[in-house]
Every structure is written in C-alpha cells, then in structure tokens.
C-alpha cells in the first residue's frame, strides 16, 4: 500500500478538487460557480489557486467556450474517482429507499433498447419507486465514454465493445439477429432463401453515414453484396415502412419479433450466420458506490433476467 504524504497533503484543500470537478463538468467558471454554490469571483480565485498547484493553465479559453489542457484532462478522472470515495466514505450517505427517494437518473441508449427494456422498467419503478424519474437520451458507443465522463449521463445500456479502467461494466443479455419483413409486400414466407436476401432491397439502421452494417461485413467475406435502399439512423420508421413498401431489413431480433406481432409482419432466420451480441450497463467508476445508482443497476439487470434475457 502506498503511503500518505501528510505533509504535502495538508497543504491541500480539499475543496480546491470539488471546483476543479465542477470546472472541468461545466467548462464554464459561471455554471460551475452556480453548480458548487459560490460566486463567479470565488469560483474564479480557485482557478487561479488551481493553476499555482498543477502548475498548469487547466482550462483555456476557445470559440467555443472554455477547453481543458492535456493535463486537465488527465486529472478529471482520477479527480472525480477520488472525490466520489471520499462522499462515499466520509459523508455516509444514507441506504437508497426507492419508495420515498426523489431522484431523476440519465439513461443513454439506442431506440432498440429502450423499446425492449424501458416499458418494463417503468412500470417496475411506478409500483416500487414512484417519485424516481428517468431522463434517457438518445446515445451511441461513439459517444457514450465522453458523456459518461462529463456527467452528463448516470449510465449507458447498449453494445459496449471500448473503454478505459475507470468504466464499470455489467452484461445484461445476448441478442442475434433476425430479418423483418411483409409477407403481403414482397410475396414471400420464410424462410427467406439467399437468393431472395441478396435479391431484395434492404433498409439498413445505422448511425454511420456510409451505408454498411455488419450484414455487409459477413457478405464481404463470401464475396456477396446486397442493395441497400434506405439508411435510418433509428428503428422508429422500420415497421412503418416495411408494411408499406416492398422491402426487407435485418435487426436484433428480440425487437423483430415485438414488431412482427405489433404490426403484423414476419421475421426469419437470415440465409447466412451473423455474429451475436452483448447488451451491458456502462457507468462511470464515481458512481460504482452510489447506493441509488446500485438500485438501478440492479433494478435493471433483474428486469432483464424476468423477462428471459440474461446471458
């Protein structure tokens, strides 16, 4: 174990790492003033003092507001890991009571998991934790790390295959794939032969601008391609448009088959073999202790094992 410097460390104070957090959050010294409750000049003389004791500019200014220097950066993390031990340990918060807590908790994910996981949870929350809200934001593995670590979101549920020491992951469940399609519009009962697949035009969910998703990496490798019709960035539209045009997608398939009995359409294994996928919780290492934040996770992950999606 390492030791304690005390003598250095007395010289510190503490609150000096609560304004650097709040700094390095709002990138702006007004809001993290408001956020720590100060006033913009106190907020200020601290970053001043913050400036003396890393001996680095911290935070400069740019077009388009206030920019963290490489070392800024570098210290927000195990910054906020620390303060986050300290609330936990020294400030003992008390056990999370879901029945009589007030707290809103910002969710990010992808449509396809919030149709499959957030009507069950909220009705779950509405018996048990009536006055704990949800805030979900519409987020991608591209961006889901830099919210995390801004604090602009308390978890990420969704395909995580990145990350660095300070994000906590927990697996949910497995998913495949299945294809999507009108019976009616393309003359056609499954299973779908690969002749028909690659002879079909496809719509493709993708929050990328080129139109590829893996479908396509797996037809590659046996030197097959299929025409892509239309790119969506959600799934919204997909049964919509499915049960209007002649066309076929590919999606997970545990959202294929609550849109096959909703809106009448029929699903099929695909004609060639597609990878799997993990659905998990991601979080940010300060908030692994939160009592409310531990609910949560377990909340979810129970959800999830009732309604037979555990790994």
Known sequence: MTSIDHANLSRLDLN??????????????????????LGQSAMSHNLARLRILFGDELLTRGADGMRPTPRALELADPVRVTLSQIQAAVLQREAFDPST???AFRIGLADSIEVALIPGLMARL???????????????????????????LDLGIGVFDHGQIHHKRRPLYTDNFLCLFSPKQLNLAPPISLADYLR??????????DAHG????????????RTIALTTPGFLAVPFVLRRAPIITTMPSRLARYFAEAFGLATSPAPIELPTFTIS???????????GHVWLRQTVAGLASDAGLEL
């Open 16 to 37: 000096l790492l609560v304004a650097f957090d709040a700094l390095l959050t709002e990138r702006s010294v007004t809001r993290a003033a408001a956020r720590v409750g």
């Open 101 to 103: 807590a007030d707290r």
């Open 126 to 152: 509405r018996g048990a934790a009536p006055d704990v809200a949800l805030r979900l934001r519409s987020t991608n593995r591209l961006s889901i790390l830099e919210e995390l670590d801004s604090g602009r």
């Open 200 to 209: 079909l035009p496809h719509m493709l969910t993708s929050l990328s601008d």
């Open 214 to 225: 893996a479908v396509d990496d797996v037809l590659a490798k046996l030197k097959l391609k």
């Open 281 to 291: 919780l991601l979080w940010h290492a300060s908030f692994d202790q939160d009592p």
